[in-house]
């Protein structure tokens, strides 16, 4: 393997195989009157011949490595803040949305450029508060109560 | 004539006092996040879609382009003030604009863009009145063969219009029409690709989608490289640019007006590519082209032009044909189709008060955008100050709960952030978010042409090359495929691709 291109190419090579194959359960009907498996099929096997261009292109470019993308970049953070995210969708039901909401923002400000404990109590609670007022009692959107009952 | 009255008909509408605020509301939101880096126009619309449902279409209508052509204004402040393009349309400002800043003339660019902008923006709204039904009247004329083509044509534009790869934006486009057809099968009611979940039943939504592709991504991007803005400190003073300013912008403006309106009709980045040819044609039109990067106000004043009148002509498909020519108008026919509109030729006739009451709306945005960015400019530079640490959080809890008052459904949060990770890893690889976003929208519709025409043709798919529009359609879109793979095009778009980056 040389490049990133490549590198990537072969992954959607693979998502359009995977989607012409599963395709092909649904019916592909004929040209002239095309199933309901008809466009995906040729969506996906579009994807793979586009991408194996990608690749025969990339072919006399130069080499790269993984790393290169990441270079001088915190590469912690995205995984960090993606994680949160994802459990705060788990928990917005259980917990409900002022509690979760509170939770989360006192954990993004803390995480990513340590603010002072004040600050990030302040933070949250104006951003839950302010977010509240605004989603819930303004526009009117149905926001989960969670197990406390608010 | 009939156009007097239907614009009397828009003002009737756009001068409502509901209509009036929700305006005001759009260009303002607009405005913001034309401001902040790191939040478009396409997140800000797809974040604030579900608060709309409330609405009366007219009015949400109203904000929503609001927001677009705002965003368009605010988005030249950072990039004269602080070097970094607030969103990607106004990236070429940057490089005359920061330069008069830094030379103590923040002022008059700062002007020269917001009048450039309004003078362009009304210019193209104009053109918008006159072209816009004209056109509709020669769509009616067209059937689902020619549709299909058109939109194929859409497709293939968007794609050879993009940055630098065009068989990457081929690729997706290609996924993004396979994310359009998930969901149950019109014609045979089959579900497809649902993997039993029930709220793919009705398909993926465009919001969390757009949400995921251009907010959380564009977030986490943020977050890794750690963003350095220094706010270019000096007293802002004169906004009104003198009568030489006047004199040197005149033309650049002219040009730039109808640069943008013609290149905005097109499908695919409008604003961003008619910005660029505005300043190339500035700088080759220019006596002496080597002071351009140094401070030069005609590098200021025909790209803002050209960014601004792109946004009008943008529309232009969308209301005439019902086929979107970039992400925001995608955003906006699926508001229209959530409000039960069909975009599409009979638009503009049956539903009168929309077109023209969005249509002179704008004017009346623009004006209100003029007394927004100018006389209240301190305001947007404080906003500039605010430290991202504290923006983060929440613009990503707007989009926790943008995703989440869609249906109720925290099923919507994951797919938005689903795709909030594969578009930060499609942005790492170097693949665009646009083709896949217009084509998911395509997609059904493009199905429903393609089926309608088989049925018409007896199930012959000669039918897309013996009508005479569809033929041409087609024979377009063929060259535009051939095109790239000649040796002297391939380079000509190799040194775009470079001036770009």
């Known amino acids: 393997m040389k490049n990133n291109d490549q590198r990537s190419s072969l992954i959607w090579l693979l998502i359009g195989l995977a989607i012409a194959f599963f395709s092909r359960k649904y019916n592909l009907g004929t040209a002239s009157s095309p199933g309901p498996g008809f466009l995906p099929f040729v969506s996906g096997a579009a994807m793979a011949c586009l991408a194996l261009v990608v690749f025969i292109q990339q072919i006399p470019k130069k080499k790269d490595t993984l790393k290169s993308l990441w ?52 933070g949250a609670t104006g951003a839950t508060l302010g977010s509240y007022a605004v989603f819930h009692l303004w526009l009117e959107a149905q926001l989960p109560a969670g197990f406390l009952g608010f | 004539m009939d156009i007097v009255a239907n614009v009397m008909l828009g003002f009737q509408v756009a ?16 405005t913001l996040v034309g401001v902040l880096p790191g939040l478009g126009p396409v997140a800000a619309m797809s974040l604030l879609l579900p608060t709309t449902f409330h609405l009366s279409p007219v009015s949400a209508v109203i904000m929503l382009s609001g927001i677009y052509y705002g965003a368009m204004y605010g988005g030249s402040t950072t990039s004269i003030l602080v070097n970094i393009p607030g969103e990607a349309a106004s990236v070429i400002t940057c490089l005359d604009g920061y330069q008069m800043a830094r030379k103590g003339r923040a002022g008059a660019a700062l002007g020269i863009a917001a009048f450039g902008s309004f003078i362009a923006g009304t210019l193209s709204i104009l053109g918008l009145m006159l072209l816009a039904p004209m056109l509709a009247d020669v769509a009616l004329k067209f059937g689902p063969p020619e549709y299909f083509s058109l939109m194929l044509l859409g497709l293939v534009i968007v794609t050879f219009l993009a940055g630098s790869s065009m068989p990457k934006a081929l690729l997706m486009a290609a996924f993004g029409l396979f994310l359009g057809l998930i969901g149950m099968d019109i014609m045979t009611a089959t579900p497809r690709f649902t993997f039993d979940i029930y709220f793919l039943m009705d398909g993926v939504g465009l919001v969390p989608v757009v949400m995921g ?11 890794e490289s750690k963003l350095e803005r220094e706010v270019f400190e000096t007293k802002i003073k004169g906004l009104l640019p003198n009568r030489q300013d006047w004199r040197d912008s005149a033309w650049p403006i002219a040009r730039g007006s109808v640069i943008g309106f013609f290149l905005g009709i097109l499908p695919g980045g409008g604003a961003v590519i008619s910005s660029f040819v505005s300043y190339g044609v500035e700088k080759k039109l220019s006596a002496d082209p080597e002071k351009f990067g140094t401070g030069v106000i005609a590098g200021v004043a025909g790209p803002e032009a050209a960014n601004n009148a792109a946004a009008g002509g943008a529309f232009i498909p969308l209301l005439t044909l019902g086929i979107p020519a970039n992400a925001v108008m995608a955003m906006l026919l699926g508001a229209l189709t959530i409000y039960g509109m069909q975009p599409g030729p009979m638009l503009i006739k049956e539903h009168p008060d929309l077109f023209w009451g969005v249509v002179t709306s704008m004017y009346i945005g623009n004006i209100m955008l003029l007394v927004l960015n100018l006389p209240l400019i301190g305001v947007w530079v404080k906003i500039l100050k605010i430290p991202y640490e504290y923006l983060f959080p929440l613009i990503l809890l707007f989009c926790l709960i943008g995703a989440f008052s869609l249906n109720n459904s925290v099923g919507e949060i994951g797919l938005m952030l689903f795709f909030g990770g594969v578009g930060y890893l499609m942005k790492k690889f170097d693949y665009e978010a ?38 041409a359609v087609v024979v377009l879109v063929l060259a535009l495929l051939i095109l790239p793979m000649l040796p002297w095009v391939k380079k000509k778009r190799e040194v775009i691709a470079e001036i770009v980056e």
């Open chain 2, 213 to 223: 592709l251009f907010g959380i991504s564009e977030v986490l991007l943020n977050l």
């Open chain 1, 71 to 122: 270079a001088n970049k915190r590469w912690l953070a995205v995984p960090i803040v993606m994680a949160s995210l994802v459990v705060y969708a788990i928990l917005l039901s259980t917990l409900g949305f002022i509690l979760d909401t509170f939770l989360l923002t006192a954990f993004l400000l803390r995480v990513m450029e340590p603010l002072g404990w004040g600050k990030v109590l302040a």
């Open chain 2, 434 to 471: 646009a083709p896949l976003v217009l084509a998911m929208v395509l997609g059904p519709m493009m199905e429903n042409a393609l089926r309608q025409s088989l049925i018409m043709a007896n199930g012959s798919a000669a039918i897309f090359v013996t009508r005479p529009i569809s033929l």
């Open chain 2, 15 to 30: 001068l409502q006092p509901a209509n009036l605020f929700f305006c005001f509301m759009g260009v303002l939101i607009g």
